[in-house]
């Protein structure tokens, strides 16, 4: 399979820490991308780093990329009950996605 | 603006029975096309992707096909529903094939 993997599979927090969520992958890639899933939705695109960037920063959330370790980062800074989710990392091949099994993320208030 | 629609929201339906889910894009023209399958508390599979009308490619063999028979429509369809069917069916598009995708609010099928 070429789905990576994700690292920790659930998370729980309390309101204004910092959540670290981490993503290996198995290709060469042409960019990562990381995306929100509330319960029982469709999924929302963050953010999207190139294979030539290293960090990338949108808002309260911060992506690195290693290319070298085949992986990839998500920091979500201070923390918000609304950002109770699950995360997911994908990686971009030739016309498609493979996604990673995803972070479950908890928030408590 | 572009918006992505799915229809119907759930669906409950017997083993054996067909399927019909229908995935329908606004505001663009010439999108790329996909078709997800999500367990519950899994990653996303993907199904079908197409990069034009009438053009499909199929990751996984299995009881399903797609067919898109406009530019800004994809249908996802089998002739007889197996229980391990059930899932959550999220249809997405993208402007290229290197960028961001948009999804739709998913289909929850349940084959009983």
């Known amino acids: 399979s070429q789905q990576g993997e994700e690292d920790p599979q659930a998370l729980s927090i309390q309101e204004g820490e910092n959540a670290t969520m981490n993503c290996s992958y198995k290709?060469?890639?042409?960019?990562l991308q990381w995306y929100r899933q509330n319960s029982g939705r469709g999924l929302v695109h963050l953010i999207l780093i190139r294979s030539n960037e290293r960090e990338k920063h949108s808002g309260r959330l911060r992506v690195t990329l290693d290319t070298s370790k085949k992986s990839s980062s998500l920091l979500i800074t201070a923390s918000r009950a609304a950002d109770t989710a699950s995360y997911f990392c994908a990686e971009q091949g030739a016309q498609k996605l493979v996604f990673g099994q995803g972070t479950r993320l908890t928030i408590n208030p | 603006s572009q918006t992505i629609h799915q229809w119907p929201a759930t669906l409950v339906q017997p083993v054996g029975s067909p399927l019909s889910l229908e995935c329908t894009v606004e505001?663009?023209?010439?999108?790329?096309l996909y078709w997800y399958r999500q367990a519950a508390g899994r990653g996303l599979q993907l199904l079908f992707y197409s990069v034009g009308i009438g053009q499909i490619s199929s990751e996984v063999p299995q009881n399903l096909s797609a067919s898109r028979p406009q530019d800004r429509q994809f249908i996802l369809s089998s002739k007889k529903l197996l229980l391990s069917d059930s899932g959550f069916y999220l249809c997405?598009?993208?402007?290229?094939?290197?960028?961001?995708?948009?999804f739709g609010p998913g289909t929850r099928l349940t084959v009983t």
């Open positions: 997405a598009w993208s402007p290229g094939g290197d960028g961001e995708q948009y």
């Open positions: 290709t060469s890639i042409n960019n």
């Open positions: 505001g663009t023209s010439n999108p790329n």
